[in-house]
């Protein structure tokens, strides 16, 4: 299985990139294509301490600015990372993408390669929660700030299949992030969706609060891009202030509190779900191939997190059990579980 | 100064109510009127270890249950304790009213009750965020689940004065919550809400994000009251999350972590201000009063703390400062600081 690697996104890149890909490479079995501009991924590759194991090079020899319009520059530039990237997705040259550049960008590089999955109106970023009481998907962080009620249905039926078939769930738990768990609850937007949930044929449980991603309380969580977004920030904030809060302890020559975090594994646990070195990335769900977007700050170690979760998606059958269920208009066969697929 | 206390709202109510009530009295020097059933309030009085000093019985016969339509309990029952309470701060009998019932009851009651300053379009509730570098308001958090742009630019007004007046601050700088810190990201509410902002006079710096809530990059961050408010529950869920992991460690007989925890400052200012039992409660900003909505599982110490921040709040001139500031269509007023007031 061949993975390809946007080598010129992110804020480290081609650097971090390079050398992330290189140890997923090593590490997982994988295949990896360092997709950029050849010279740059070679002049990396050549640091790095011993010879580099089941990794390619694509030349991508455009670069898009940070500045520069994402879909003109797509035009403009059909041979940048991405672009290249994607399109070797597309003709079935490798099986997912993986990139840590702009997070914008990547989506609408996708959604203009790849397309929508039929069915699909609004694909979404799903960000796997942690908390005391196992895994929860959380979904949208970021493609859409403005959903309808529709949206949040069609996130719901991705979410569902997403954790029956990367963490086998049965008939995963529905939740709908709200201001209150009552069903009058919400905003305009979160009360048309709880009535469209609650005939949607999924297993929803009803309205969950902030307080209840880190409860377990439902196993996927719906909620539109714009707070989904503020909720995955808050998260790495609060896991970089315990990292800060731990670091400042050991450097003023307490142990005893590094000692103590580390005999709290259930704290651990949050923080590192939310430390996006250790997670990788986030699955963009609805379009119609493997997309993984990494965190711009994102260095070697979560590029090999990256491709790695790039590598278990590609394995599975989540992509087809999203065909199928999503094709109809009325989302009928979204109960095609993960046995039955 | 006198604080009407709504002795029967609340998970915890009378009991705990009265506790903190008698509390506050004693430690503040405050005066405390216990608004609610006479015989429940004297019982829990008896049941205190000594005579209850600086605390009065104000009988409110009527219950309002949990069930019953606010707006139609409100008319039909002239005598609970939140409307006699609230009908007390508007005849000048008490200098603020603190309710832990039912947050929607008390918004709606306030509203009916003592009306909007001049010129407010709508109330906000408004939470102090701890962080690493000083605290934050954040407001809207919860009184209004969709906002239009220039709600947010008035809750950007009163919280502004808010931080002038209670913590004497010069011109604090004001965020806006967003998906992104770049001016074109966020919802369609936020790029208007942005727009405005730049130009409304106030100390505006731009979007913040999730994880800017804890980083101090601004001292009031404005949102809707559904984002808002699902921010302020994962606050809560973190705070219960870090305090969860340090019972557990302290019952298995690891003392290190709970001896840790207390030599880290940064880390435990955050917990204790997620913890509503330490912060008390939150103002309503945009009544004709002061009214402080506390939690509904408030015990006798965060009714204590509730209590204490009605008595600040009603000893400043905030409110004043909120009703030359808003009385303005233009908000052209606004800048009437601390100083000038």
Redesign the interface.
């Known amino acids: 299985m061949k993975i390809a690697l946007d080598a010129m996104g992110g804020d480290k890149a081609p650097g971090e990139i390079v050398r992330g890909g290189i140890l997923a490479a090593e590490e997982f079995g994988v295949e990896v294509a360092l997709v950029g501009v050849t010279s740059a991924i070679r002049a990396e590759i050549g640091k790095f301490n011993h010879p580099a194991v089941g990794v390619s090079v694509v030349d991508a020899p455009d670069i898009i600015g940070m500045a520069e319009s994402v879909m003109v520059a797509l035009k403009q530039k059909p041979h940048s990372g991405i672009a290249v990237g994607l399109e070797m997705v597309k003709r079935g040259e490798a099986s997912a993408f993986v990139s840590a550049g702009n997070t914008g960008a990547g989506m609408a590089a996708a959604l203009m390669i790849l397309d929508r999955l039929p069915g699909v109106l609004r694909p979404a970023l799903a960000f796997v929660t942690p908390g005391?009481k196992g895994v929860g998907l959380l979904l949208d962080v970021?493609a859409n700030?403005?959903c309808k009620p529709q949206n949040l249905v069609q996130f719901a039926r991705m979410g569902s299949l997403y954790m029956e078939h990367m963490y086998k769930m049965s008939r995963p738990r529905v939740g709908l992030?709200?201001?209150?768990e009552e069903e009058e609850?919400?905003?305009?937007l979160?009360r048309e969706a709880h009535k469209l949930l609650k005939t949607s044929g999924l297993n929803f449980v009803g309205n969950v609060?902030?307080?209840?991603?880190?409860?377990g309380l439902a196993d996927v969580v719906v909620?539109?891009?714009?707070?989904g977004?503020?909720?995955?920030?808050?998260?790495?904030?609060?896991a970089?202030?315990?990292f800060?809060?731990v670091k400042?302890?050991v450097e003023g020559n307490?142990p005893?509190?590094a000692?103590?975090?580390i005999?709290?594994p259930?704290?651990l646990d949050?923080y590192k779900g939310y430390d996006f070195r250790k997670h990788g990335g986030v699955p963009l769900l609805g379009v119609n191939g493997h997309v993984i977007l990494a965190h711009g700050r994102s260095d070697a170690l979560a590029i090999k997190h990256a491709v790695r979760q790039a590598q278990m998606l590609a394995q599975g059958e989540l992509l087809r059990a999203l065909r199928v269920a999503l094709a109809s208009p009325t989302g009928e066969n979204t109960m095609v579980s993960a046995e039955e697929s």
């Open positions: 005391f970021g700030p403005d992030l709200s201001n209150g609850k919400g905003n305009r979160v609060e902030g307080k209840d991603l880190l409860r909620t539109d891009g714009f707070t977004n503020v909720v995955l920030k808050l998260g790495e904030g609060v970089e202030t315990i800060a809060s400042q302890a307490i005893a509190l000692t103590a975090f005999w709290s259930p704290l949050v």
